[in-house]
Each structure stands twice: as structure tokens, then as C-alpha cells.
């Protein structure tokens, strides 16, 4: 019997995982037909930096959480605060069930997996069998900065195949998305993009974004 295929969803800085299904509603609409398995999970820190007052607005019950504080050193480097913790609650969530298929995440989630990519593709972070099949990146446009992640980063584009979802020019970190694209393999990279800024794309407007979406998801499962 074919399992299920498995997508594990990493939501964006001082979210939850709740808060990110509830921003993906249209996209998981667009994909109920198929027979995948979306899991969201909340990061491991809780947020020890400000809220944004639209979040909050929306979700005043919270939890907030954060995958990491970036913070500035004196040295000029970026120390990803609580890095640790969310790499070894990381290592254990990918070890548990059926190795998840694609591996997804939204803003700071999608840093996270370029991150875990390069740590599963260059390092024995974990077995090879544990590996993911596809990474899916919405508006991801920071590369890792911490000095243990860049390294990684280092020794050319990531090979895994991907799909990024850039939100156009109204999103505050286009450029940097654009960026980013450098960071994974050209022939395996699948890159569409929306006109409505810093979230996930939706039916309404980005109808057309949404089903190559789920098209471009189809190809890498099948």
C-alpha cells in the first residue's frame, strides 16, 4: 500500500504553527484533492522579541513563537538565539513516523530550511534516509547568517530540488528572496511569484499562483 506523502510546515518568526495553517488556508484548499498529509508544528522558543501588532490583532491568544532571536554581536556576526534548541527539536520531530517528503516554511521557517537542508545535505545532522525529497520556501528572503550556518552554504547552490514562492515587489524582503535563489540548484528550482507582498499567496487574488503551486508540489511527489 502507498503511504501518504508528508509535508512538514515551519511557520514564520513570532507565529505558530496554527497561525501559519490559518495563512495557507487557500493553498491547502487548492491541494485537497491530493492525498498529502500537511503537518504544522510550533517552533521550540517562544518569542523574546516584539510581536507584530497585526499579528496580534489576529491572534491575540497567541502562542507566539520564534524559531530563533537574530541578534547583532560586536563583532558585526548575527547569533541566532535559541538556534540550538530548535536544531535538536528539528533533528527529533524529522526522526519520528515516515520521513516527511518536502519539507515547507514561510519567512523565517523557510531560512530554517535552507538551514536543515545544507545541515542534511553537508553534514551527518541526520541519516540519509531521513531526508526530505523537495524544499517549498514562501517568502524566504534571508539567508542563514549565524556563523555555524553559513559555512554551509558555502561550497555552491544546495542540490535538493525547490519551489519558492516570492510575494513581488510589495514584500519588504524581495530582494533578499531574489537572493536567495543562489542558495539552490538552478536546474532543480521552481520559482513563482505573487503581487500581494509579505504572505502566502491566496485564491483571490493569485488564483493562477496557487494551482501552479499545487501543480509544481504534484511533480516533485509523484
Known amino acids: 500500500m502507498t503511504r501518504r506523502k508528508r509535508i512538514l510546515v515551519l511557520h514564520g518568526l513570532r507565529l505558530s504553527g496554527d497561525m501559519q495553517r490559518e495563512l495557507m488556508s487557500d493553498v491547502l484548499e487548492s ?35 520564534e524559531w530563533w532571536n ?22 527529533e520531530v524529522l526522526s519520528e513516523g515516515a520521513p516527511y517528503d518536502v519539507l515547507a516554511g514561510y519567512s523565517q521557517g523557510g531560512t530554517l530550511v535552507t538551514a536543515l537542508t545544507a545541515l542534511g545535505e553537508r553534514t551527518d545532522f541526520l541519516p540519509a534516509e531521513r531526508g526530505w525529497r523537495a524544499a517549498l520556501l514562501f517568502n524566504s528572503g534571508v ?16 542540490q535538493t530540488p525547490s519551489i519558492h514562492v516570492l510575494g513581488g515587489p510589495r514584500d519588504v524582503l524581495y530582494e533578499e528572496q531574489k537572493a536567495m535563489l543562489e542558495h539552490w540548484s538552478a536546474p532543480g528550482r521552481t520559482v513563482l511569484e505573487h503581487a500581494e507582498g509579505h504572505v502566502p499567496p491566496s485564491l483571490a487574488a493569485s488564483g493562477a499562483v496557487v494551482a501552479a503551486l499545487a501543480d509544481a508540489i504534484e511533480r516533485q511527489l509523484s
Open 31 to 65: 491541494c485537497s484533492g491530493q492525498d498529502w498529509e500537511w503537518t504544522f508544528v510550533d517552533a521550540p522558543n517562544e518569542a523574546t522579541g516584539p510581536v507584530r501588532r497585526i499579528t496580534r490583532e489576529r491572534w491575540p491568544q497567541g502562542p507566539y513563537c
Open 143 to 158: 539567508a542563514p547568517r549565524d556563523p555555524e550556518l553559513v559555512p554551509l552554504l558555502a561550497d555552491g547552490p544546495l
Open 70 to 91: 537574530a541578534t547583532d554581536q560586536a563583532d558585526g556576526t548575527v547569533k541566532y538565539v535559541g538556534l540550538e534548541r530548535t536544531l535538536d527539536f528539528m533533528r
